[in-house]
């Protein structure tokens, strides 16, 4: 079955400390991964995808799939990363997104 | 990019009514896509919707229940059918351009 995993509900650092953010997915084809972020009264939207390989507001995210899995990583957290933190399979050819229930990020000073 | 509008944002319904929510897009797209999110849960997706042709339903949503109508390339219409209490939910229109989907503001829907 096709499933994306998160299973922090909840990811309190405080500023400075390096934050992950945990993704597991199950996929039977070549998966295409992203990282939502929906920042507080703000609409869903992008963060960074396993494509492009790049780093976004200095977040990355490696696709390991021998261990089918897409964790976000930062080393050094801000408080302007508080937001609730998506991750997101698209299949193949179809555009539609399988999406995990989300981890809240909160940033302590 | 693409820039979506959605209506209403938030509504309080009666169970038993019906409630018919607007996707507005600022360019035309071939696809677009409704989402659901129940209290706690994540995104689900209800349907896609091709203009010109009938939308596409997940396992688990009817169109009786979620009729939808995509009379243009850039509107959507998502309609909540005979409502319970159990449709109180977050939904949300998305489209996926340039390699990207972008997604509403969302419309909160409670009943009650």
């Known amino acids: 079955a096709q499933r994306v995993t998160q299973p922090e509900k909840l990811l309190s650092v405080f500023k400075g400390a390096p934050v992950e953010l945990k993704c597991n997915y199950s996929y039977s084809g070549s998966p295409e991964l992203f990282w939502y972020v929906q920042y507080s009264r703000q609409r869903l939207q992008l963060l960074l995808r396993h494509i492009s390989r790049e780093s976004i507001k200095g977040f990355t995210a490696d696709l390991n799939k021998g261990e089918t899995s897409f964790h976000l990583k930062k080393p050094f957290a801000q408080e302007e990363d508080s937001a609730m933190y998506y991750c997101a399979l698209a299949t193949s050819g179809t555009y539609k997104y399988i999406f995990g229930t989300g981890t809240r990020l909160k940033v302590l000073a | 990019s693409a820039v979506i509008s959605q209506k209403p944002s938030r509504d309080i319904c009666q169970r038993g009514t019906s409630l018919t929510i607007q996707c507005q897009v600022d360019?035309?797209?071939?696809?677009m896509f409704w989402y659901r999110q129940q209290p706690g849960q994540s995104l689900t997706l209800i349907a896609t919707a091709n203009q010109g042709s009938e939308a596409t339903y997940e396992s688990g949503f009817v169109i009786d229940k979620f009729p939808i109508s995509r009379p243009n390339l850039t509107f959507s219409t998502l309609t909540v059918s005979n409502m319970s209490p159990e449709d109180s939910s977050i939904y949300l229109c998305s489209v996926y351009k340039g390699a990207e989907a972008f997604f509403g503001q969302g419309t909160r829907l409670t009943v009650v």
């Open positions: 360019s035309q797209v071939t696809m």
